[in-house]
């Protein structure tokens, strides 16, 4: 299990985001994905043309509908960002300001291993734009710990 004081300098902000990577995804996945954040106690909301619109029924209207604006998600403390960029791959984003000590942290590392656990896929942490990876969760494996900060 990767801890806090392993990862503590990888989050250190410098104004670049951290991407959240789950790859070789498709329209079940995203049903599956949608359908899970309630039950895990997230609130979400879709940042869709200004005020907050309510999601449509499925993923594929999101995807219809979806250009102007990524889903927030409440990760406990943390705003996590959902874009809705092409069935394939889920991209998150979150601010790495956001996550200054050990509960954030814990609460990031539960969503990581939620998305994992539920679609059967390597879920991968690195700063926005590409870079190496800082943090995957594999089924695998669990947790692993790779690169450090930009």
């Known amino acids: 299990m990767v801890d806090w004081a392993q990862v503590q300098s990888a989050f250190e902000p410098d104004g670049a985001l951290l991407d959240i990577i789950v790859a070789d995804t498709n329209l ?4 599956r994905v949608l359908a899970a954040l309630p039950e895990w106690g997230y609130a979400t909301e879709w940042c869709k043309d200004g005020p907050a ?17 990524p889903m927030r998600i409440q990760v406990g403390c943390l705003r996590v960002h959902l874009w809705f960029f092409g069935v394939d791959e889920m991209e998150f984003d979150l601010d790495p300001a956001e996550v200054p000590g050990e509960s954030e942290f814990v609460a990031l590392r539960t969503f990581l291993e939620r998305l994992g656990q539920l679609l059967q896929r390597r879920v991968v942490v690195r700063w ?17 710990l790779h690169g450090s900060g930009p």
Not at 28 to 31: G, K
């Open 28 to 31: 079940a996945d995203w049903e």
């Open 53 to 69: 619109a309510a999601l449509p029924k499925s993923a594929a209207a999101t995807f219809d509908h979806a250009q102007s604006g």
């Open 128 to 144: 926005e734009g590409g870079g190496p990876d800082l943090l995957v969760w594999a089924p695998e494996t669990g947790f692993s």
